[in-house]
């Protein structure tokens, strides 16, 4: 009956982090500013609005960034474009949820392979995409916090991908390391005395996943 129960679980887990990271991906490219080209150019002007005087008239180029987000179709449902802001946060939340499957399922497969996957750990494969999501707004936030001075439409969205990607592939080791930080500038007396707390022989049977 066990053996029944933790194949049924690993069969769930298989298809669900599947699904996620499926949607994900299929939303990211539907999402990511498809006006790009080289030297980071984009079509400008009052030339891309057509009219019937203007008909067929080719738009002008300009340099400028290429963060513009045109509107998308998603499952056939059209849905209009987000301003660069709301736009290169959504693209930070697929990439975190994206490098946090692969984490998952490197660790899934790992443990179904060597037999030591336990049902108990169901809940953290199901939590981990929604962990990697928040995580990549968190390093977009951190990455746009040090360019003071710059706008949205300055951000390279490839680096904000790529940001977030690693994050949400590096989760646990991320989490670790803001908890360690926070631990350093906020250790207190009342944290010592605290009943119940996560020893490091949890931390460590963590670090396993």
């Known amino acids: 009956m066990d053996d029944r129960r933790t194949i049924a679980c690993l069969w ?3 298809i669900y982090l599947s699904s996620v990271v499926g949607l994900s991906i299929y939303t990211m490219i539907q999402v990511f500013p498809s006006n790009c080209s080289d030297g980071g ?3 400008t002007g009052a030339a ?22 045109d ?14 802001e709301s ?4 693209i930070a939340v697929l990439a975190g949820a994206i490098g946090a499957f692969l984490h998952a399922a490197q660790s899934l497969i790992s443990y179904a392979g060597n037999g030591d996957f336990k049902p108990s750990w169901t809940l953290w494969y199901v939590l981990r995409p929604a962990i990697g999501a928040v995580l990549g707004i968190f390093l977009y936030f951190v990455f746009r916090a040090g360019l003071l001075s710059a706008s949205a ?15 949400g592939l590096f989760s646990k080791q991320a989490t670790d390391k803001l908890a360690e930080v926070f631990d350093q500038f906020f250790s207190n007396r009342g944290d010592l005395e605290r009943e119940d707390k ?6 460590a ?5």
């Not at 049977?205 to 996943?209: L, N, R, V, Y």
């Open 205 to 209: 049977a963590e670090d396993g996943s």
């Open 48 to 69: 891309a609005e057509e009219s019937t005087s203007t008909a067929g008239q080719v738009a002008e180029s300009s340099s400028g960034p290429c963060l513009e987000f």
């Open 41 to 43: 150019t984009r079509a």
């Open 71 to 84: 509107a998308f179709s998603l499952f056939a449902k059209e849905f209009k474009g987000p301003d660069s």
């Open 12 to 14: 769930a887990l298989a």
């Open 198 to 203: 996560l020893t490091k022989k949890d931390s």
């Open 153 to 167: 439409g300055d951000v390279n969205p490839y680096g904000v991908v790529a940001l977030a990607l690693l994050g």
């Open 87 to 90: 736009g290169m946060i959504l």
